[in-house]
């Protein structure tokens, strides 16, 4: 990378003949739909010098800059150059019709699959004994399938205890994964869960499973 060229920068850039330390693309995906925030390269008014801010996807405003250019040029593929040392972004797409600002490419990704429809699945919350034995009580979150009912691996575990009844547990659950709380409905008993025999002549009941669902838009 060469920074000497295009000036002074505000904030802290990496040394110079260093790499920015980059994670998966996955990771910076999720980090994405969880946080709602993006990498946005600007070009000032004099139309030389760039700049680096952040975009709160859930109200379009924009936080001030976070990095400066010095003088680059109006040509955005040096100051896209000068922005991979600085912010982990791996493309930039075009965030104005005058191509004066671009940002990163996760924007496109996540908004075009927030647009497609989730008809046939829905979110499952249980309340469940812990199948490796002991006395604790999981919060298990799962989709499900409603043409077959088939449940995928667990999206989320977590104890009961946190949270201490279930209306706390659906406030929860609604905030994390994004669903309207007044959707939810409790359904029939789920299958039962296997608990080890007791060797005593008194023997525990096995335990049911409450199964809670909200159907998807």
Same mark, same amino acid.
């Given at each position: 990378? +060469?920074?000497? $060229?295009?000036?002074?920068?505000?904030?802290?850039?990496?040394?110079?003949?260093?790499?920015?330390?980059?994670?998966?693309?996955?990771? +910076?995906?999720?980090?994405?739909?969880?946080?709602? +925030?993006?990498?946005?390269?600007?070009?000032?008014?004099?139309?030389?010098?760039?700049?680096? #801010? $952040?975009?709160?996807?859930?109200?379009?405003?924009?936080?001030?800059?976070?990095?400066?250019?010095?003088?680059?040029?109006?040509?955005?593929?040096?100051?896209?150059?000068?922005?991979?040392?600085?912010?982990?972004?791996?493309?930039?797409?075009? @965030?104005?019709?005058?191509?004066?600002?671009?940002?990163? $490419?996760?924007?496109?990704?996540?908004?075009?699959?927030?647009?497609?429809?989730?008809?046939? +699945?829905?979110?499952?919350?249980?309340?469940?004994?812990?199948?490796?034995?002991?006395?604790?009580?999981?919060?298990?979150? #799962?989709?499900?399938?409603?043409?077959?009912? #088939?449940?995928?691996?667990?999206?989320?575990?977590?104890?009961?205890?946190?949270?201490?009844?279930?209306?706390?547990?659906?406030?929860?659950?609604?905030?994390? @994964?994004?669903?309207?709380?007044?959707?939810?409905?409790?359904?029939? $008993?789920?299958?039962?869960?296997?608990?080890?025999?007791?060797?005593?002549?008194?023997?525990?009941?096995?335990?049911?499973?409450?199964?809670?669902?909200?159907?998807?838009?």
């Amino acid at each position: 990378m +060469r920074y000497a $060229e295009y000036g002074p920068v505000s904030g802290t850039p990496p040394s110079m003949g260093t790499a920015l330390t980059t994670r998966r693309t996955l990771d +910076r995906l999720i980090e994405a739909v969880r946080e709602q +925030r993006y990498w946005v390269l600007r070009r000032k008014a004099d139309t030389v010098s760039w700049t680096l #801010r $952040e975009l709160d996807d859930t109200s379009g405003a924009l936080d001030a800059p976070r990095y400066e250019s010095g003088p680059i040029g109006a040509d955005p593929t040096p100051a896209m150059d000068w922005a991979s040392g600085l912010v982990e972004v791996e493309s930039w797409i075009a @965030f104005t019709d005058e191509r004066t600002a671009f940002i990163d $490419e996760l924007h496109w990704i996540v908004t075009d699959i927030a647009r497609r429809p989730r008809a046939g +699945r829905t979110l499952v919350v249980r309340i469940e004994d812990d199948p490796h034995g002991s006395s604790l009580r999981l919060v298990v979150v #799962r989709k499900r399938w409603t043409a077959t009912d #088939r449940l995928s691996a667990p999206l989320h575990i977590r104890e009961f205890s946190a949270f201490g009844d279930t209306v706390s547990v659906l406030d929860w659950a609604s905030a994390r @994964f994004g669903a309207d709380r007044a959707k939810w409905v409790t359904v029939a $008993e789920g299958p039962r869960i296997p608990t080890p025999v007791s060797t005593s002549p008194r023997r525990k009941a096995p335990a049911r499973r409450r199964r809670t669902v909200v159907p998807r838009p």
